[in-house]
């Protein structure tokens, strides 16, 4: 009975195996697998790679970037689920090819010349009549026929009922069939080159070879042995930085949870890096003139790398991927924004900080970037008052057209200019918080007329820069608005400047008058400066004369007072800046500039205090070394991928294009002839299958006598 059983539990065994094989080489299966890798693909595409997590969490939240991690969704070609289902894919397409292939390579010998007259008889494509030769010759005569035709031919002789007759068997379109193989072959070599040119090899050497990701900071000849990869590392695709005028020969491979080193075989020198530009300023060439030194052999390869024109040594690609500053000098100009600050200069190169002191508070300076052309779109995005189709201004038609119409059709209009220079760096206070700042060299016509320097300030990287516009002065500084706004914190000049105002609008003779429009431009300068506080708070600007009047202004004569108010601080601010122009022995502003000039600065100053920090640093010189950001890829699996390709191709287009035939013609001896019974198969049914038939018949058979 034990004997029975173990029987028994053999061979269920072996059926639940032979089940499971049935499974891995169903055509099914491998479809949903390769359904599977594509849309994962797909998110790999979508999802930018290997940045660090903050950067998922600002873009999806905190919730959802965890989700995503889990899901290993930031990695997805080194995810495990993904390694597993490709690891399927080619298991179960090569277990298809094993299964199919002797096959499909045995029946590409067969003829199938034994089959029955009875049996050509069902099928559809068939035919019978009379041919005048014997059978032998008649045989003969159809195979060197379909011979030349392109078939390929055999002939049988065998005994029938009414004697001897010949069955002429042939083929055609075998490489359909072929177009099977080739195809689900090219499946497992651009499977298989997928995982050699992925970060397998490199997951293995992290995983068996006690290799690790490195998240500090510090030099690349600091950073240990455990996370730096060998030479001889077989498939690898990492970053490699260098500045005009050095080398380097260690790439950096970004991973989720820092980066890992490799070493290369060799270290590139940049020359020079190159960029060209439109009429418009837009970049329209990025190239390097590099030097490959061979560290083996010391040999030099010079070169020029160009996007899509990459450099090869000893198997490595060398692509041209962006650029990045080289560690350019800038010289910049400390603007006060505080009463307490003062002016003054200093110096760095780009990448390093330096330490400041402001009062009793420590800042550092970090260095972040220069830009030296800039590109921007000064167009008016707003349409002038009354251009609108109705009262609203809202233009109905540019609404429509904005999306409807050619795909090409740009939906609003550009104005690119090159705006020239920007330097950008960053305020880190004690604490280890810091703010960053966009600041441009030159001052900007940003289409009222008035040209301003733009002050950009922003919390963090997540978020846009936002821009205070200090207005240039007629010598095209900024140093008429720091004057104005240093004036608008000294107690006596405001005072002077608000006798000025009340002596120039009041007449002499009315002294009364004259005191309490002085009163009133004391109360707007005050608001405005904040320095009186409104509902418990000094925030200063437009809002805090708004505030005031919504506090202590009745509704029905907001705006008569609003008007008046700004009408008062205008006249003042303008004996402001005189006053502050006598004290420094500045000219006065030549009058077709001052309005411009100060409807921009009432602007400015109500908004300075949304710039927080203690100075504006402004760009004065600066010395640009450029860098290039190379790809040095080793791709191993590149040319099975290209030989999957190419049998993908051949393959598909076998099994479209090519159609299998076969063809039977029994002859019967019948008096001084023979009757021929003739029959075709195809793999599809096509109208080119039947015409063919027909015109097969037409040569076969010969035409009947007609009856008398």
């Known amino acids: 009975m034990s004997t029975i059983a173990e029987r028994s539990e053999h061979n269920e065994t072996s059926g639940r195996w032979r089940d499971v094989l049935e499974l891995l080489a169903s ?8 359904t599977v890798i594509c849309i994962a693909s797909v998110i790999g595409t979508v999802i930018k790679q290997h940045e660090p997590l903050p950067n998922y969490v600002n873009q999806f939240g905190p919730f959802w970037a965890e989700v995503f991690a889990s899901l290993r969704l930031y990695t997805v070609y080194s995810a495990w689920w993904f390694l597993l289902i490709l690891a399927f894919l080619v298991l179960s397409t090569s277990l298809c090819i094993a299964r199919n292939a002797p096959k499909i390579l045995a029946d590409l010998k067969v003829y199938k010349e034994n089959i029955r007259e009875q049996s050509l008889r069902a099928f559809h494509h068939k035919a019978e009549g009379p041919v005048s030769m014997a059978p032998e010759a008649a045989a003969q005569h159809l195979g060197r026929l379909l011979a030349s035709g392109g078939w390929k031919v055999r002939l049988q002789s065998r ?48 995983w068996f070879g006690g290799k690790t990701s490195y998240s500090g900071g510090g030099l690349i000849a600091d950073v240990p042995e455990q996370h730096r990869l060998s030479e001889r590392n077989p498939t690898y695709r990492g970053n490699l930085m260098v500045a005009e005028g050095m080398a380097s020969g260690t790439a950096i491979l970004n991973q989720s949870d820092g980066i890992l080193l490799q070493e290369l075989p060799f270290a590139v020198e940049l020359k020079k890096f190159i960029v060209e530009y439109y009429s418009t300023g837009m970049p329209k060439l990025f190239a ?73 508070t420590r800042l550092q300076l970090e260095f972040t970037g220069l830009r030296t052309i800039n590109v921007e779109n000064l167009a008016n995005p707003s349409p002038a008052p009354g251009e609108g189709t109705d009262v609203r201004a ?20 550009k104005a690119l200019r090159n705006v020239g220079p920007s330097v950008s760096y960053k305020l880190r206070d004690e604490a280890g918080q810091a703010r960053e700042y966009n600041n441009y060299m030159l001052p900007v016509d940003t289409g009222d007329g008035v040209p301003v320097f733009l002050l950009g300030m922003r919390e963090s990287a997540a978020t846009p820069f936002r821009y205070l516009r200090v207005p240039a002065d007629e010598n095209s500084e900024i140093n008429g608005f720091v004057r104005l706004r240093a004036a608008l914190r000294t107690p006596e000049l405001r005072e002077r400047a608000i006798q000025n105002y009340a002596r120039r609008a009041v007449d002499p003779a ?34 805090a004369l708004a505030d005031f009047m919504d506090a202590n202004v009745p509704e029905a004569e907001r705006q008569r007072a609003g008007e008046m108010f700004v009408r008062i601080l205008n006249g003042v601010l303008f004996e402001l800046d005189t006053v502050a122009r006598e004290q420094a022995r500045v000219p006065l502003m030549p009058q077709d500039k001052v309005a411009g000039f100060m409807t921009q600065s009432v602007l400015a100053l109500s908004d300075a205090p949304l710039y927080i920090a203690p100075m504006a640093f402004m760009l004065t010189d600066f010395t640009q070394v450029q860098a290039s950001v190379f790809q040095v890829a080793r791709a191993p699996g590149k040319t099975v991928v290209y030989l999957g390709c190419t049998l993908l191709i051949i393959g598909i287009f076998a099994m479209l294009y090519i159609r299998e035939r076969r063809l039977w013609i029994w002859l019967a001896p019948a008096g001084q002839g023979s009757q021929a019974m003739l029959a075709l198969s195809s793999n599809r049914k096509t109208l080119d299958t039947d015409r063919e038939f027909e015109q097969l018949k037409a040569r076969i058979l010969a035409p009947e006598e007609p009856r008398t």
């Not at 910049?332 to 002191?357: C, I, K, Q, W």
Request: proline share 3%; hydrophobic share 45%.
């Open 510 to 543: 009315r002294p009364q008058l004259g005191q309490q429009l002085a009163d009133s431009a004391r109360r707007a300068l005050g608001l405005f400066a904040g320095l009186e506080p409104v509902n418990g708070k000094s925030a200063g600007g437009l809002q």
């Open 394 to 413: 809202v233009d109905l038609r540019q609404a429509l057209e904005q999306r409807l119409g050619a795909g090409h059709k740009t939906v609003t209009a």
């Open 159 to 206: 005994q029938g009922p009414s004697g001897t007759g010949w069955m002429v068997a042939a083929k055609a379109g075998a490489a359909n069939k072929l177009g099977y193989i080739a195809a689900h072959s090219a499946i497992v070599l651009v499977c298989i080159g997928g995982l050699l040119d992925g970060d397998l090899m490199v997951r293995a050497q992290m």
């Open 288 to 360: 390097s003139d590099i030097v490959i030194h061979d560290k083996a052999t010391g040999e030099k390869q010079e070169a020029r790398v160009e996007v899509n024109h990459p450099a090869s040594f000893k198997g490595i690609q060398i692509y041209q991927s962006s650029f990045d500053d080289g560690g350019s000098r800038v010289k910049l100009r400390a603007v006060p924004m505080e009463a307490d600050v003062r002016a003054f200069e200093v110096e760095g190169t780009v990448g390093s900080a330096t330490e400041l002191e402001s009062g009793d």
């Open 27 to 34: 055509m099914r299966f491998a479809i949903a697998l390769l």
